[in-house]
């Protein structure tokens, strides 16, 4: 029932995202975790957040079908989005959604500074 109720609303998200002028995923990602964030604090309080990795890895972790090398590679991007905002959430969504953004291309272009 909870899984139902968090995969509809991630799904929701998905169709509003497309329908969107947004370019920017990340944001718009956060946006939605911002939108419900009673729902998603209850969960947190109620010791459930091992339910949004869940919901995460639903939508863009590794397929059956999948090869390895890709399977691998959205099981790792699911669980990194998740460290994100399981550490956003916990820290009670203080920043607003392009902050979350603008906090991820920074560690991007960090990473990319360092190679």
């Known amino acids: ?9 991630i799904k929701e998200w998905g169709t509003e995202y497309e329908n969107s002028e947004s ?6 990602l956060f946006g939605h975790y911002k939108k419900h964030k009673d729902s ?8 459930l957040s091992y339910l949004v990795l ?8 590794p397929k059956p079908d999948q090869e390895d090398l890709p ?3 959205s099981d790792w991007f699911a669980g990194a989005l998740f460290g994100w ?13 392009e902050e979350m953004a603008r ?3 920074e ?3 960090r990473s990319k500074a360092m190679s």
């Open 85 to 97: 905002i399981d550490e956003w959430i916990t820290r009670g969504m203080k920043q607003e959604p």
């Open 107 to 109: 560690v991007d272009r």
């Open 71 to 73: 399977a691998y590679f």
């Open 54 to 61: 869940d919901n995460i890895k639903a939508v863009c972790g």
């Open 40 to 47: 998603y604090l209850m969960l947190y309080r109620s010791g």
């Open 103 to 105: 906090l991820l291309e």
């Open 1 to 9: 029932m909870l899984k139902q109720y968090l995969l509809r609303l």
């Open 23 to 28: 370019p920017n995923i990340v944001a718009s």
